[in-house]
């Protein structure tokens, strides 16, 4: 993990237009894979549930969802600043995420388009929405008078290649977090209004489907790719993937608290029962699950936070460069430590999983 604790004050690339978030290992990336791979992908084994899918994204149930409605005018001028601040890296967190989908999604229709039309047409329609959800959150960042520049992200960000197996992990994993991240937030503002701080959150009932079947779409595309959910090779990346997953977003959360609290939550609460939902879908198609219910799993995790709290503490000293990198060794190691024994806790068999009442 990274010294990512601090807050620095938002920045703009010119006026208007915020600067992109320093990259860390709890920052939206954008990825990039083996298009030839997927061109060639065998969708035999499950292709009637995928041609089901693609009828979904063909019905295009959100073509009217996201219009910006009156409510939005004015909206955010009776924030006070911290709150602004902390919505706006929200914002922009979440925008840069569905832009990176959107991105992946768009170049794999693209590519192998003529080779393997049914896959491409889901990646085509899944760029669609991913779209929709980046443009609504960048237009809602403009009430806080910032935008994203979407163009200079494509161009400037870093890619990180991921073959495709682990593009299945990861976007099946961020597709059902999205859906239990969102699903949740809607329903607490559901029961408690006057958290409604801001009136994007009256779309996230809708728009948590389109994740939601997102999420199906890798499923299925997992099932018809037997090799990445059988054997014990595949348990191995199942684990690594869910713990990566659920790591960044634990940490990152809390320590962006401050917009959970302005929504009436608590970000360890909201995190807790959106892993354990999240750990739970998974067991529908993963081989294996977290034991996410682990005397150590979260104590563990916050001593990550911990650590990167020391780390923040001594990047924001005036000692050299040099001082700096032996003094945060131990802190990066400890990370590093408690990391590996989380991954080595026992995991759960899905075919036996019983969910905890929660």
Not at 58 to 72: M, Q
Not at 86 to 111: A, P, W
Not at 342 to 355: A, N, T
């Amino acid at each position: 993990m990274v010294d990512s604790l601090q807050k620095p004050e938002l920045e703009e690339l010119r006026p208007g237009i915020k600067a992109p978030a320093k990259e860390t290992i709890l920052t939206p990336r954008f990825y990039t894979t083996d298009f030839e791979a997927m061109a060639k992908m065998d969708l035999s084994p499950n292709e009637d549930e995928l041609r089901a899918i693609l009828e979904e994204f063909r019905a295009d149930y959100n073509r009217k969802h996201f219009v910006r409605t009156p409510e939005f005018d004015g909206s955010a001028d009776d924030m006070d600043p911290e709150t602004k601040k902390v919505f706006v890296e929200f914002l922009e967190q979440s925008c840069t995420s569905e832009f990176s989908g959107f991105l992946l999604y768009k170049e794999l229709s693209r590519r192998i388009k003529n080779r393997n039309p049914l896959l491409a047409e889901c990646f085509e329609l899944m760029a669609r929405d991913e779209a929709r959800h980046a443009g609504f959150l960048n237009k809602s960042m403009s009430d806080f008078n910032l935008q994203l520049d979407l163009g200079f992200l494509t161009a400037n960000k870093k890619y990180t290649y991921f073959k495709p197996a682990y593009i299945f992990y990861a976007t099946y994993l961020s597709e059902k977090i999205g859906y239990w991240r969102y699903i949740t937030i809607f329903r607490h503002l559901e029961q408690h209004p006057e958290y409604r701080i801001y009136p994007i959150f009256k779309f996230f009932e809708n728009w948590c489907q389109d994740e939601n079947r997102h999420g199906d779409f890798f499923d299925a595309l997992m099932k018809a790719q037997p090799s990445t959910v059988r054997g014990f090779i595949a348990k191995l990346w199942c684990r690594f993937f869910l713990l990566a997953v659920f790591a960044t977003m634990y940490i990152r959360d809390v320590q962006r608290k401050e917009f959970y609290e302005a929504l009436g939550l608590d970000a360890r609460e909201y995190d807790r029962l959106v892993i354990a939902k999240t750990n739970e879908t998974s067991a529908r198609v993963f081989p294996v699950v977290l034991d996410v219910d682990h005397p150590k799993f979260y104590d563990r995790l916050e001593t990550c936070i911990n650590n990167n709290n020391q780390l923040a503490a001594i990047e924001a000293t005036g000692a050299p460069k040099p001082v700096k990198v032996l003094r945060k060794l131990p802190y990066y190691l400890s990370n590093g430590l408690q990391l590996l024994k989380l991954y080595l806790i026992k995991p759960l068999e899905s075919e036996k999983f019983q969910p905890a009442v929660r």
